[in-house]
């Protein structure tokens, strides 16, 4: 595994139910980030983990977002009653150290709702 | 609190001439600086950082950027432009003893004419 690995890449559910998406980091860093593109814009900052502690979540983040990094590996990202304003995808990244280093990005997790 | 600005959501260029692509930051701490590159239906790609090194960092492609902090600019360009370069930039600042978060800017489609 050379890459940050995301599933599923696309997503496509109705307005009200639950989506799970996961994250696989690079297997030595230990910080992990999700981040929220809409078209056109710059990835929106949702929330990030050092190791399985969550350190920050962005006050944009309803309720309805929950993240976890159970064991300090992977990482699963829910939305629980999908918006149609939920559709964007969904991106993950992983980086070692302090906070200063590269960030290395998955795919990315694409979902429709609606 | 960290932020990025990117002065120009669009910019065009002729294939051979220079490129600038202009990046304003605000931090309350030493910052690191980056840009990524994304291209269509593709993930995110670092093209350079900046950690508190060398004010002028080289990156891949040809790219390079100046970090002034007098002018709290991080500006992106290139000699150059090629076809390839055709693609969307972000400009990305992370607090180093701050919250460590990454936040990006909206975004700069670089589009190169022949």
């Known amino acids: 595994d050379t890459g940050v690995s995301q599933n599923p890449r696309h997503k496509i559910t109705k307005r009200g139910q639950n989506v799970t998406f996961r994250c696989d980091p690079i297997?030595?860093?230990?910080?992990l980030y999700w981040y929220r593109q809409t078209l056109g814009q710059g990835p929106e900052f949702l929330t990030y983990f050092q190791n399985e502690a969550q350190l920050e979540k962005s006050r944009l983040l309803s309720d309805r977002f929950s993240a976890e990094r159970p064991k300090g590996s992977f990482s699963t990202l829910e939305i629980q009653r999908t918006e149609q304003g939920d559709s964007a995808m969904y991106l993950c990244?992983?980086?070692?150290?302090?906070?200063?280093?590269?960030?290395?990005f998955g795919e990315g997790s694409r979902l429709t709702v609606l | 609190a960290q932020s990025v600005t990117q002065l120009d959501s669009h910019v065009s260029v002729s294939e051979g001439t220079p490129v600038l692509l202009r990046c304003n930051y605000s931090s309350s701490y030493s910052p690191s600086l980056f840009w990524y590159v994304q291209h269509p239906n593709k993930g995110l790609q670092l093209l350079l950082k900046y950690t508190s090194a060398a004010t002028l960092v080289k990156g891949i492609n040809g790219f390079e950027a100046e970090f002034k902090k007098s002018e709290t600019s991080f500006h992106l360009t290139k000699p150059s432009a090629h076809m390839s370069d055709a693609a969307e930039y972000f400009c990305v600042v992370s607090d180093a003893g701050g919250t460590y978060k990454y936040i990006f800017g909206t975004g700069t489609r670089l589009k190169v004419l022949a």
């Open positions: 297997s030595e860093h230990n910080r």
């Open positions: 990244a992983s980086s070692k150290g302090q906070g200063t280093g590269e960030l290395f």
